[in-house]
């Protein structure tokens, strides 16, 4: 391949470092120009003098004068809030924007770089769950590539490899199951946040380890599944795969499956993000299959894990329902990190902004953020009182 | 898809009948010009009734007189012999010819076809476990294109979709283990064809169902995934996947595998080489990852199973070896199948032919077909002192 110039949006999250870790193993094939983070200036410090971008851009003014320090010695120039992040997805001199921002801050910078035209490696859930519409519709428009980062997704994108969409009879999104996999209904609904956290096969970030734990992820990457891959949310299955070893399958018209196997990794897909169209060599090891043992599928438990239906719902409700679903998440899920509710809450009060929501069509930004807006109060107020009663 | 135009080779065979019903349910998209067969003139005859190919070819004057009757009603043109064959492999008004001719017959043809420019799909084995060197040297310098008909091969194929070919790391080839994948070796030793021939998920011709038995088959489908893919013997694995649900698997040089799965049906990857680089509809269903159960892969057992063995040491001596162990193969199966012979005596007589074999390049038909000739004499003889002592 020949080198490539990327952003990233979100450079001190989970993702954002093992991305920059995957530019590094890269050597000279990709050049960090810029970086984002909100207030992790500490880590962002590192970030500049090592691979010294041209541009940062941090969450608010405060941090920029701490940043400020170690961009002045490397000559970057220091961005901030929203709009810092909006023109470095713009920025002229990127190839790919690499949006691994966490919340639905991510959606305006997607957006803009979108419009300008870019590729842009989608790790950010929120822009696709909450705005797909306009975003793909945008990236029609303009010829922008969007190409996942998601393990899940990054699979299907590379099961489709050389394939015509209209081929596709069906997409299987596998789910390792989550950290709950096992628990009655009952210890779900009192299971604490360490115990949460504890995902069997992927170490992430913490909001979306809670969205595995609820499976709230796995209905957010239904949603992702619709916008990317144009497929309908009834062609969309959910199997649990317990090993996160096959990553997502795509059933084709004839009846014959394409699945994507490997170690969980998620070095793998950040690094053919950054590639692709093509394959670099990584340390990864292949799978070792006698070692393996089998591999097996199950259903996955809608009683236990209700939120995955309401993904399932969302998608087919369409309009703003699913942004509204996104941003309530995010608002339940930080409730239930800080201690504030249940577990078995989130569930509830996502359905409670839900179903208090009068969809309206998704078709532009304005839209979708005044329903992000209004599901956050409403999410809030409604965590707030179940907080009370607690 | 556009209308294309086929000639199958072997029509009456197990392939052969596929790719005809194949080809019925494809409607108008395939047109089929051309058919050969052997003696099952019966056969022949319902397909000229059926599909009036405007030439057939049978396996000698006798049949062909039998034939001339049926034919000349439906304006068909009846050739005969090898030339028979090779007139049809070249045939100019054919886009795509079908190789599905069984036993080392079919490997002029192939040379004729591909030397003619034409696109093979190629379900014949011994024409590139005995010549794939002369075959694939031609075919690159004729811009031929091949395409695997056996499913394993044709599941490399699709992984490779997209893929460049350099960023192959490893291919797995999957095998089901064979009908006596349980037994003892003692047990293999004595087996009866009847058992022999009781392949647990493929319903085959004859000769390759014992092949399947003795792990000679996989062994003769590295040394065609070597011809095929350019991997050397070293970079391809074989595995046993019991239910034969996984019909191979490619590693890329990420660590990344691409697997493909369906159910286990010969119409699939027929289908596919017909209509490839499409991928039409077929009522074959997808895989019900639910009922299904669990998949696991075990490392073949190579003492119990040494033409595994064989077949390995064969591609990595080249040169002639590969076309002995195939032609030997050919007759040591005959006589099993016969009763001449036992069955653990297939792989002694591979073994002395083999060993008494002195290699010469294989880069001329000639070479090969004296190879191959020298083999079936040299495996005759052997059977038949074998047989005597029995």
Known sequence: MTMKKIAILGSTGS??????????????????????ANRNIEVLAGQIERFKPCMVAV????AARDIAGVAGSHGTEVLCGEDGLVRIAE?????????????????????????????????????????G???????????????????EHSAVFQCLKGESRSSVRKIVLTASGGPLVDMSAGEIEQVRAAEAL???????????????????????????????????PDRIDVVVERKSVVHSLVEFVDGTVVALLSEPDMRLPIQ????????????????DFEAMGSISFEKPD????????????????????????????????????????????????????????????????EAVMEADGWARREAGEIAGKVARRR
């Open 15 to 36: 993702i954002g470092l093992n991305a920059l870790d995957v530019a590094s193993s890269l050597g000279g094939l990709i050049d960090v120009v810029a970086l984002t």
């Open 59 to 62: 969450g608010d003014e405060s």
């Open 91 to 131: 920025l002229e001199d990127a190839d790919l924007i690499l949006n691994a921002v966490v919340g639905g801050v991510g959606i305006a910078p997607t957006l803009a770089a979108v419009r300008a035209g870019k590729t842009v490696a989608i790790a950010n859930k929120e822009c696709l769950v909450a705005a």
């Open 133 to 151: 519409e306009v975003i793909t519709r945008e990236a029609k428009a303009s010829g922008s590539s969007l190409i996942p980062v998601d393990s």
């Open 198 to 232: 504890r995902h069997p096969n992927w170490t992430m970030g913490r909001k979306v380890t809670i969205d595995s734990a609820t499976l709230m992820n796995k209905g957010f990457e239904v949603i992702e599944a619709h916008w990317l891959f144009g497929v309908d």
């Open 272 to 287: 053919y993000a950054l590639t692709y169209p093509d394959r670099m060599e990584t340390r990864v090891k292949g799978l």
């Open 302 to 365: 809608y009683d236990r894990f209700p939120c995955l239906r309401l993904a399932f719902d969302a998608i087919r409700a369409g309009g703003t329902v699913p942004a509204v679903l996104s941003a309530a998440d995010e608002v339940a899920v930080e409730a239930f990190l800080e201690g504030d509710i249940r577990f078995g809450d989130i569930y509830r009060i996502l359905c409670e902004v839900v179903a208090g929501h009068e969809r309206r069509e998704a078709d532009s930004l």
